[in-house]
């Protein structure tokens, strides 16, 4: 009779243990990191080695939030490829609800790679960049050489997730020279 209790106890112990310990779902790790162009330029020289894409965008930019589930799915293909993704919002840095809701819309998007916010006037981000507007692409060959500029300034001429996806791939397939 004293044995069934200190066992049906036991066995809820190890019941319990096992449902907290083993099967809590993962939680995603999405930053917001502010940046100016010089720390900028520094990041992006200390990733050479790998195919770097950049992808300029902001939460007022429509075209910018359509694309971006795409640059997401780049990631998740080519992460353990050699490929960094990066994500470099330009909303307005004084614009805190602006701020916020780059913040969320990486969340939402699951978007767990290094996202940095430019803390800088926007006029002169887009200048030091040589972007006229966005969305905008950069892709950086493994010895951090810039080799495709995707980008929104021709009307006519609008670059899509195909044309990213073949920079990236012609950039993965080249033998690494350094």
């Not at 994500?87 to 913040?103: I, L, Y």
């Not at 995707?150 to 009307?155: I, R, V």
Request: proline letters at 4%; aromatic letters at 12%; glycine letters at 6%.
């Amino acid at each position: 009779m004293g044995g069934a209790y200190p066992r049906a106890r036991l066995a809820g112990f190890f019941a319990l243990l096992l449902h907290s310990c083993s099967f809590k779902p993962q939680t995603l790790v999405v930053g917001l990191q502010p940046v100016h162009f010089d720390q900028w330029k520094r990041e992006l020289a200390s990733l050479k080695g790998n195919v770097v894409v950049v992808d300029v965008w902001a939460t007022w930019c429509i075209p910018c939030r359509e694309r971006f589930p795409h640059i997401v799915d780049l990631n998740h293909r080519y992460q353990n490829r050699g490929v960094i993704v990066v994500s470099m919002c330009v909303d307005d840095r004084e614009d805190k609800r602006a701020v916020e809701a780059a913040r969320q819309f990486l969340l939402d998007q699951h978007a767990a790679f290094r996202n940095y916010f430019m803390d800088e006037n926007i006029l002169d981000v887009f200048e030091k960049m040589g972007v006229q507007g966005i969305p905008a692409v950069f892709i950086y060959d493994r010895v951090g050489r810039q080799r495709y500029f995707l980008n929104a300034d021709d009307p006519n001429h609008q670059f899509t997730t195909k044309d990213v996806d073949d920079a990236v791939a012609a950039l993965v397939s080249e033998p690494a020279k350094m």
